[in-house]
C-alpha cells in the first residue's frame, strides 16, 4: 500500500527551479503579464528545457519505482502561475516523464504559506524572496542557484551533500564562531561534544533521507545484486576536535551519511568537484561556488551566517 502523504518524503518545488524560464521571465519583465500570458499559450506545446533542479528531481522521483508498493517519495509542484498561464508547466511536466500530480497554481502570491499543508520537507525555488519568506516563518526552503545543467541519464544514482551548520543542525555553534575566535569555536565544540546539535532547517529532510536509505538496506539484504539510488554526504569546514560533535549529534538522531568530509576550511568545490553530486545545501554564499559551474547549489537563507 502507497504511503499517505504524511508519511512521505515530499519535496515541493518551483517551477523556476525545475525549468529553465530564462526566456518566459524575460518577456514578463519587459513586457507585462498579458504579454507573458499570451507567450505561454502560444508556446503552450513546446515543452521548457530542464532547470537546475530537474535532474536532482528526476532521480528522486525514481525511488519510486524501486519501491512501487510503499512509493515513499513525492514531488509536488507550488507554483506563482496562475492555473492557465501553468498548463505549459505541466505539459512540460509530461513531456520529461516525471510523475508529478500535485500542484498549487497561486496567480503571484508566494508559496510559502503552503510548504507544510503538503507535508513538505523542503521548497526549491529560483525566488529568493519566497524561500527567504519561507524560512522567516520556520519552513524547511533553499535558493536554488544559476549553474549548468547537466543530466546524464545513464547515471542513476542521486547524490545528496549537505553542509552541517545552519544546514542540518541550528546556528549556535557558528554564533560562537562568529562572536570570537577558532580557538574558542574549537574550545566551546569540544566542551559540548557529548551534547547533540538542535535541528536545523533540513533536519527533517536529512531523517527521512536516512529512512529511505534503511528501505534501500533491506532491499540489498533481500536482493544482494539490488543497486541503490541514493548516497548523501556531509561537507563541513569544521575538522578535528569540533567534528566528534558533528558525530554526537548524527548518533543521537539515529542517523549518518555514507561520506561525511571535515575539511577544516578547504574549498568544498575540491571535494564536490569529485563527489558531483545532483545538490549541495549550504547556508553560506560564499561556499556555494564550483570552479566549473556545474554542481547545483541550494543557498538556505538561515541564521547568523546570512545577517548583515
Same mark, same amino acid.
Given at each position: #500500500?502507497?504511503?499517505?502523504?504524511?508519511?512521505? &518524503?515530499?519535496?515541493?518545488?518551483?517551477?523556476?527551479?525545475?525549468?529553465?524560464?530564462?526566456?518566459?521571465?524575460?518577456?514578463?519583465?519587459?513586457?507585462?503579464?498579458?504579454?507573458?500570458?499570451?507567450?505561454?499559450?502560444?508556446?503552450?506545446?513546446?515543452?521548457?528545457?530542464?532547470?537546475?533542479?530537474?535532474?536532482?528531481?528526476?532521480?528522486?522521483?525514481?525511488? $519510486?519505482?524501486?519501491?512501487?508498493?510503499?512509493?515513499?517519495?513525492?514531488?509536488?509542484?507550488?507554483?506563482?502561475?496562475?492555473?492557465?498561464?501553468?498548463?505549459?508547466?505541466?505539459?512540460?511536466i509530461v513531456h520529461h516523464g516525471l510523475n508529478i500530480?500535485?500542484?498549487?497554481?497561486?496567480?503571484?502570491?508566494?508559496?510559502?504559506?503552503?510548504?507544510?499543508?503538503?507535508?513538505?520537507?523542503? *521548497? =526549491?525555488?529560483? $525566488?529568493?524572496?519566497?524561500?527567504?519568506?519561507?524560512?522567516?516563518?520556520?519552513?524547511?526552503?533553499?535558493?536554488?542557484?544559476?549553474?549548468?545543467?547537466?543530466?546524464?541519464?545513464?547515471?542513476?544514482?542521486?547524490?545528496?551533500?549537505?553542509? *552541517?551548520?545552519?544546514?542540518?543542525?541550528?546556528?549556535?555553534?557558528?554564533?560562537?564562531?562568529?562572536?570570537?575566535?577558532?580557538?574558542?569555536?574549537?574550545?566551546?565544540?569540544?566542551?559540548?561534544?557529548?551534547?547533540?546539535?538542535? +535541528?536545523?532547517? =533540513?533536519?527533517? &529532510?536529512?531523517?527521512? =533521507?536516512?529512512? &529511505?536509505?534503511?528501505?534501500?538496506?533491506?532491499?540489498?539484504?533481500?536482493?544482494?545484486?539490488?543497486?541503490?539510488?541514493?548516497?548523501?554526504?556531509?561537507?563541513?569546514?569544521?575538522?578535528?576536535?569540533?567534528?566528534?560533535?558533528?558525530?554526537?549529534? =548524527?548518533?543521537?538522531?539515529?542517523?549518518?551519511?555514507?561520506?561525511?568530509?571535515?575539511?577544516?576550511? #578547504?574549498?568544498?568545490?575540491?571535494?564536490?568537484?569529485?563527489?558531483? +553530486?545532483?545538490?549541495?545545501?549550504?547556508?553560506?554564499?560564499?561556499?556555494?561556488?564550483?570552479?566549473?559551474?556545474?554542481?547545483? #547549489?541550494?543557498?538556505?537563507?538561515?541564521?547568523?551566517?546570512?545577517?548583515?
Open positions: #500500500m502507497s504511503y499517505p502523504i504524511e508519511q512521505k &518524503l515530499v519535496i515541493a518545488v518551483a517551477s523556476s527551479a525545475l525549468f529553465d524560464l530564462s526566456e518566459s521571465d524575460q518577456v514578463f519583465r519587459e513586457q507585462g503579464e498579458k504579454a507573458y500570458r499570451a507567450y505561454q499559450q502560444e508556446h503552450l506545446h513546446i515543452p521548457l528545457d530542464k532547470g537546475v533542479a530537474f535532474p536532482f528531481v528526476r532521480r528522486f522521483l525514481s525511488i $519510486n519505482q524501486k519501491f512501487p508498493e510503499q512509493c515513499p517519495v513525492e514531488v509536488v509542484l507550488l507554483s506563482r502561475n496562475s492555473a492557465i498561464t501553468g498548463k505549459r508547466v505541466f505539459n512540460s500530480t500535485r500542484a498549487a497554481f497561486l496567480e503571484g502570491k508566494s508559496p510559502y504559506a503552503y510548504i507544510p499543508a503538503f507535508n513538505a520537507s523542503l *521548497f =526549491l525555488s529560483a $525566488n529568493e524572496a519566497d524561500v527567504q519568506e519561507a524560512i522567516d516563518y520556520d519552513h524547511p526552503a533553499g535558493t536554488v542557484l544559476p549553474s549548468h545543467v547537466v543530466d546524464d541519464v545513464d547515471d542513476v544514482e542521486l547524490r545528496i551533500a549537505f553542509d *552541517f551548520d545552519g544546514v542540518i543542525a541550528d546556528d549556535a555553534s557558528e554564533r560562537v564562531f562568529k562572536t570570537g575566535s577558532l580557538a574558542d569555536f574549537q574550545a566551546h565544540e569540544t566542551s559540548y561534544s557529548h551534547i547533540p546539535h538542535t +535541528p536545523g532547517p =533540513l533536519a527533517d &529532510l536529512f531523517r527521512k =533521507l536516512s529512512h &529511505l536509505q534503511r528501505l534501500e538496506d533491506q532491499a540489498v539484504e533481500a536482493a544482494p545484486d539490488y543497486k541503490r539510488v541514493l548516497r548523501t554526504a556531509i561537507v563541513t569546514a569544521r575538522n578535528a576536535p569540533s567534528h566528534e560533535r558533528v558525530i554526537t549529534t =548524527l548518533e543521537h538522531w539515529g542517523v549518518n551519511a555514507n561520506e561525511v568530509f571535515f575539511l577544516g576550511g #578547504m574549498r568544498k568545490d575540491r571535494i564536490l568537484s569529485v563527489l558531483k +553530486p545532483h545538490m549541495f545545501f549550504d547556508d553560506q554564499r560564499s561556499h556555494l561556488e564550483s570552479e566549473a559551474g556545474d554542481i547545483p #547549489m541550494v543557498h538556505i537563507p538561515f541564521g547568523v551566517a546570512n545577517l548583515g
